[in-house]
């Protein structure tokens, strides 16, 4: 996957911006190695006040799938 480049040149960086005493990686250490970062679509996001009620409603929908798998395996192992 190609880069995309940023239109702006270092000399037209806000003032604002002001990156001089970042710390590179600084957060990184929050995140173990079974975490999985997920980027919601901005309408998916607007549904969802919070990061708790997405995990809430996708462990929801994992119960219904597996039920749904169980019930289906069930229904072959009966044929």
Same mark, same amino acid.
């Given at each position: 996957? $190609?880069?995309?480049?940023? +239109?702006?040149?270092?000399?037209?960086?806000?003032?604002?911006?002001?990156?001089? =005493?970042? #710390?590179?990686?600084?957060?990184?250490?929050?995140? @173990?190695?079974? @975490?999985?970062? %997920? #980027?919601?679509?901005?309408? %998916?996001?607007?549904?969802?006040?919070?990061?708790? +009620? #997405?995990? @809430?409603?996708? $462990?929801?929908?994992?119960?219904? #799938? =597996?039920? $749904?798998? *169980?019930? +289906?395996? =069930?229904?072959?192992? @009966? *044929?």
């Amino acid at each position: 996957m $190609r880069k995309v480049r940023s +239109s702006l040149k270092s000399e037209e960086m806000l003032p604002e911006y002001d990156f001089s =005493r970042g #710390v590179r990686g600084k957060y990184a250490g929050r995140f @173990t190695h079974d @975490t999985i970062m %997920v #980027v919601l679509d901005p309408d %998916v996001a607007a549904v969802f006040p919070d990061g708790k +009620s #997405v995990n @809430t409603a996708l $462990r929801a929908l994992g119960h219904i #799938v =597996r039920d $749904r798998q *169980r019930h +289906s395996a =069930r229904r072959h192992a @009966t *044929r």
